[in-house]
């Protein structure tokens, strides 16, 4: 057991290994309906065992791009291959891979045993071979007591569980779920992302997971691949996509930012400084860049990356004064809403670490907006 | 919303309701009339109902409009049902508003034409194929055609209602598209489907005109054989078969309606429950 | 673990027959589309050539009474359009024309300004009575429709139940002559379709959101008001597809106008039956049965429109 798990943590960081061969292979695939491009020339690779998710909001071309996958729409041009197979003339039935869906398409004329063992029926498996995976797969999710229930006897979270028996209990080898957790409410969802991410570890089966929620697909995933019109504008681990977000899009998608229009002083190989009228002070990065000096960029800094203070640090950089125009009290923290004197207004969260903070700032007060080195992150585009 | 009615829709809907019961109420009143001039009324009798039993020409009537609603019904339904889930289902095909145009074109075309271009079609294939005779047969052909349309738009409605994932999940599960229809179309849409075969033969059962058209001399069905009692007047063994054909449905709709009604209520109290049980 | 194996095994046979045909263009769903569709081109649209074709010939004693329209006994050219023309000439059929049109287009007015009420009545019911009353209006439609128009012959009748009960009143002293005339159909066409007024807009009254008409209160709208300008505007669909579901096979009627009309009552369904079972005529039934057609093109396409919109927006 313990040499299966330093197996699977050897293995959580495959996309970074030159040798790795993709596990799922989607090769420059464009998917039209009409005139209109759902998935636009989109070229990803996926490793054994990973969590993958695909974000985006409505109409990004998620969903279609893993409908591709399941084999219920064909890409226009381009291929995708499982396991080194073309699945280009491979009918839904006969994909290695299973689905789970967005409405749960629980059949509901059949028993929670009768829907977790159609597929097992559909390969001819033996009949008590069947009863002891689906008693099995049951167990894992706690429905063994409910197996003689139909769907619509089910609450939404158990519906949730059964779907996802069903579509593991063919052992796939590749696991797609489509806003799994989309129809729960909130404390149910944190508790069945761990359950995913449990059996996800347990069973070693690759998971493709499409959502719109950031917080989801954070959580979940080992990498997230950010979708927006039909394109894959970046991938990478969760931490990866929100500290270095490669565009403003995504800086602005996962989490909340504050951006800051200005143009390059100085790119030096430790450093780069950036002039900006918007933020009212220069702002010093502690690493390079490479584009040309001159050129315009614009500078992201997380809210909770920010700090107020009510006096100046005075290093001329990274601190900008400003007037608080409104404060936000959000239980865990508070977030301050702060007009620069270049009239740009930016957010900041500081976390509420005392009850009673003495030297609580209120509205109207004047103070000063600072950040580390490190913090901003400038983006070409 | 606070659901007070105002007067006038409550008079209306009794008004309503009295204009549509009337008659019917009426006709069995008069079908245990004892006298002779159906419409005076002359105490009470059962007479016209044991009449009816050894009414030979009317039983052979009956025999025949079963038969032909049975078997009409039944291909109706058939061919209903696929027409209905193409037009659900395959948005985009050659032809497809030509398709949708001659499926519900039969609901409303006056009944005096579908009956007399399908004479004329029959009259047509005799003369070119040597079949088919007016008869039975060509009743069948002609049902079948017009209560098609109504198989189609119950089904079309059902099919366009029945969420695609479930199909595709199936799919998914490694079910070929044969038997994902077979498994998990059908018996959800189940329903559906005894509805519309429920349909199309009481349609059936219930033709005059288009019968009339295509039938031959020796099938003559049940409506034809009324018709041409009534056409002379009022005649009490007509209000007797009346009577059992008002009180045949008015027993089937109203099991129908509570067996229904029943299933909803214990259906709603199920998800109740589910909702309340746990997480 | 074992190291995946790729399976290059050739396809199942199956699957080749299956590839060939797709690549020829035969997929399973053409298949699929080709039973009905087959079956209604052939009986549905196919006759009505027929149809038009025989509108070209003469009638002829034989066995089937027309002329051909190909070959040494069929119409000469310049007689072709003799029954077009008789159609037109004759008073018999413009004016059948006119009454049916009338007595259709009346009778859709009064059965909306019944059916509506009624329909708004039942959508606004609780719902279990709504349940109740809808099987009461649906129970009808399933009851013989000959059986239903043979109702009223006992009522209206001169010895019959109404004019029983009116004498019995006293409102009058002799019966009046009520069976076999214009209002004895009117209130047949009425009586047998008004369901068919009351499901469409029932069904599209139903679905209506309540809270439109709260809003409209709640921005100082009185009820009535708000009737006319929210909920009658919102079920126009529903009053276009009832209204064509009972002027369209109004206006072709056979049976009403035969059983309650009186002999005197020409209606376009009853002339186009009379052309053909009892003058043996079956070319100038087919005119005039083209003529009816002609007449209906324009609110079949409107109906058919509207069906299709609908379905569309369920999808």
């Keep these: ?381 | 919303m606070s659901n007070r009615l105002s007067w006038f829709i409550i008079l209306m809907l009794v008004v309503g309701f009295i204009f549509l019961y009337g008659p019917m109420v009426s006709v069995v009143i008069y079908s245990f009339n004892d006298n002779k001039l159906a419409t005076l009324w002359g105490g009470f009798s059962t007479r016209w109902y044991p009449a009816l039993l050894a009414n030979d020409q009317m039983l052979r009537a009956a025999k025949h409009s079963l038969i032909i609603g049975v078997v009409s019904a039944t291909f109706a339904t058939t061919f209903g049902t696929i027409a209905g889930y193409v037009l659900a289902r395959y948005r985009k095909f050659r032809g497809r508003t030509l398709f949708s145009g001659m499926v519900t074109a039969p609901l409303v075309m006056p009944e005096v034409i579908t009956g007399l271009s399908l004479l004329l079609l029959f009259v047509a294939m005799k003369d070119l194929f040597g079949w088919p005779n007016r008869g039975l047969m060509t009743v069948i052909l002609a049902h079948i055609t017009f209560t098609l349309s109504y198989v189609t738009i119950v089904m079309q409605s059902r099919f366009t209602t029945l969420d695609i994932s479930l199909e595709e999940a199936a799919l998914d599960l490694g079910a070929r598209p044969l038997k994902v229809f077979m498994v998990i179309t059908l018996p959800i849409v189940a329903p559906a489907i005894i509805s519309g075969w429920l349909l199309s033969f009481t349609i059936s059962l219930d033709d005059l005109v288009i019968t009339s058209y295509t039938n031959g001399p020796g099938s003559t069905t049940l409506p034809q054989v009324i018709f041409s009692a009534v056409r002379l007047g009022v005649n009490p063994s007509i209000n007797a078969l009346a009577t059992i054909i008002i009180a045949v449905v008015a027993f089937g709709v109203v099991t129908s309606h509570i067996l229904m009604t029943r299933a909803e209520r214990r259906r709603q109290r199920d998800i109740q429950m589910a909702l309340q049980s746990n997480k | 673990m074992a190291a995946e194996t790729v399976d290059h095994s050739p396809l199942p046979l199956g699957r080749q027959i299956q590839h060939i045909l797709v690549k020829l263009g035969f997929r399973p769903r053409t298949a699929v589309i080709f039973v009905p569709y087959f079956w209604l081109t052939l009986f549905f649209l196919v006759p009505f050539f027929f149809v038009l074709k025989i509108s070209f010939a003469q009638t002829i004693i034989a066995q089937p009474p027309y002329t051909p329209l190909f070959g040494p006994d069929s119409v000469p050219t310049h007689e072709l359009l003799d029954n077009f023309r008789r159609l037109f000439q004759d008073t018999i059929y413009f004016d059948a024309y006119l009454t049916s049109l009338q007595l259709a287009a009346i009778s859709t007015v009064i059965c909306l300004l019944i059916g509506y009420p009624m329909a708004y009545g039942i959508a606004r019911c609780a719902p279990s009575t709504r349940s109740l009353l809808l099987m009461a209006i649906i129970l009808p439609f399933w009851t013989s429709f000959l059986i239903r128009v043979y109702a009223w012959m006992g009522i209206l009748n001169t010895n019959g139940v109404l004019n029983n009960f009116l004498l019995w009143l006293g409102v009058i002293d002799a019966p009046l002559n009520l069976l076999y005339t214009p209002l004895a159909m009117y209130i047949g066409v009425v009586y047998s379709y008004l369901p068919f007024m009351i499901l469409p807009l029932y069904a599209n009254l139903e679905k209506m959101d309540v809270s439109l008409l709260e809003a409209a209160a709640d921005l100082g709208c009185r009820p009535i008001k708000a009737f006319f300008v929210i909920t009658v505007p919102l079920s126009f669909p529903g009053i276009v597809a009832g209204s064509m579901l009972v002027f369209i096979p109004a206006v072709g009627e056979y049976v009403i106008p035969e059983l309650l009309g009186g002999p005197n009552a020409l209606m376009i369904g009853r002339v186009v039956w009379n052309e053909f079972a009892q003058n043996r005529d079956w070319p100038m039934a087919s005119v005039v049965a083209i003529a009816v057609l002609a007449l209906l093109v324009v609110p079949i396409m409107f109906f058919q429109y509207y069906q299709n919109k609908s379905q569309e927006r369920a999808a």
């Excluded at chain 1, 995933?221 to 500290?243: L, S």
Aim: charged residues 25%; aromatic residues 8%; glycine residues 8%.
């Design chain 1, 1 to 381: 057991m313990a040499a299966e798990r330093a197996k699977a943590d050897s293995q959580t960081e495959t996309w970074n290994d030159p040798d790795a061969v993709p596990y799922i292979r989607i090769e420059n695939v464009t998917k039209k309906f009409g005139d209109f491009v759902a998935v636009n020339n989109v070229s990803l690779d996926v490793y054994r065992g990973e969590l993958f998710a695909l974000l985006g909001g409505s109409g990004c071309g998620k969903t279609t791009l893993l409908r591709m996958l399941a084999g219920f729409e064909q890409p226009t041009t381009g291929k995708i291959y499982i396991d080194g197979v073309d699945m280009a003339d491979i009918p839904p039935y006969e994909r290695p891979t299973n689905m789970m869906f967005q409405s749960y398409a629980l059949f509901p004329h059949m028993t929670v045993e009768q829907n977790v063992s159609f597929g097992l029926k559909q390969d001819r498996v033996p009949a008590d071979e069947i009863k002891k995976r689906v008693g099995d797969i049951l167990d894992m999710v706690q429905m063994r007591n409910f197996a003689h229930r139909k769907p619509h006897q089910l609450s939404g979270g158990q519906r949730q569980r059964v779907a996802l028996a069903r579509s593991l209990v063919k052992e796939p080898k590749l696991l797609l779920l489509d806003e799994p957790l989309g129809a729960l409410d909130k404390k149910l969802r944190e508790a069945t992302q761990f359950e995913i991410m449990n059996i996800q570890d347990r069973l070693g089966i690759t998971f493709m997971v499409v959502t719109h929620d950031q917080e989801e697909a954070m959580t979940l995933a080992t990498r997230i691949g950010v979708m927006n019109h039909g394109q894959i504008v970046q991938v990478g681990t969760p931490k990866e996509i929100y500290e270095y977000p490669n565009t403003k899009f995504v800086a602005d998608f996962i989490g909340s930012v504050n951006l800051f229009e200005g143009y390059i002083q100085e790119d030096e190989a430790d450093h780069v400084l950036i002039a900006s009228e918007e933020a009212g002070c220069p702002i010093y990065i502690d690493h390079g860049i490479s584009a040309a000096p001159g050129a315009e960029v614009f500078v992201a800094i997380r809210p909770e990356k920010l700090e107020l203070s009510k006096t100046s640090t005075g290093t001329g950089h990274n601190c900008t004064p400003g007037t608080v125009k409104g404060v936000a009290y959000m239980g865990n923290l508070s977030v301050y809403l702060v007009q620069l004197d270049s009239g740009k207004e930016v957010k900041i969260s500081m976390s509420n670490q005392r009850r009673a903070a003495e030297h609580a700032i209120d509205w109207d007060d004047r103070v000063y907006v600072t950040w580390h080195a490190n913090s901003p992150v400038a983006l070409l585009s």
